[in-house]
Nanobody, 119 residues
Framework: QVQLVQSGGGLVQAGGSLRLSCAAS????????MGWFRQAPGREREFVAA??????YYADSVKGRFTISRDNVQNTVFLQMNSLQPVDTAVYYC??????????????WGKGTLVTVSL
């Protein structure tokens, strides 16, 4: 089992920045894939970014604005979000998978944190 504890998020004006954190505990390792997904009101959950096997992956909608990074000592993954826009408003979920994952989801989830971007 892997437990994920998220922090960060909140309200920001368009063009602003926020940083999300997600600390993993339990059966963690440097090979654990970790990433971020989001779900906007009335929409399905969508992939945002992931760090897996030393590589990073991004949704086209956030490339160049969001950066995922990882501290393997602290078993923590971060999502730096810059140039935020109202369309980025969503509940952001941290995910982790010890094995295969895909853009539809991961095996373990954090509780989610709300990011609201105002005009």
């Amino acid at each position: 089992q892997v437990q994920l504890v998220q922090s960060g998020g909140g309200l920001v004006q368009a063009g602003g920045s926020l940083r999300l954190s997600c600390a993993a505990s339990g059966r963690t390792s440097s090979s654990l894939a970790m990433g971020w997904f989001r779900q906007a009101p009335g929409r399905e959950r969508e992939f945002v970014a992931a760090n897996s096997g030393g590589s990073t992956y991004y949704a086209d909608s956030v490339k160049g604005r969001f950066t995922i990074s990882r501290d393997n000592v602290q078993n923590t993954v971060f999502l730096q979000m810059n140039s935020l826009q109202p369309v980025d408003t969503a509940v952001y979920y941290c995910g982790a998978s010890p094995g295969v994952w895909d853009y539809y989801g991961m095996d373990y989830w954090g509780k989610g944190t709300l990011v609201t971007v105002s005009l």
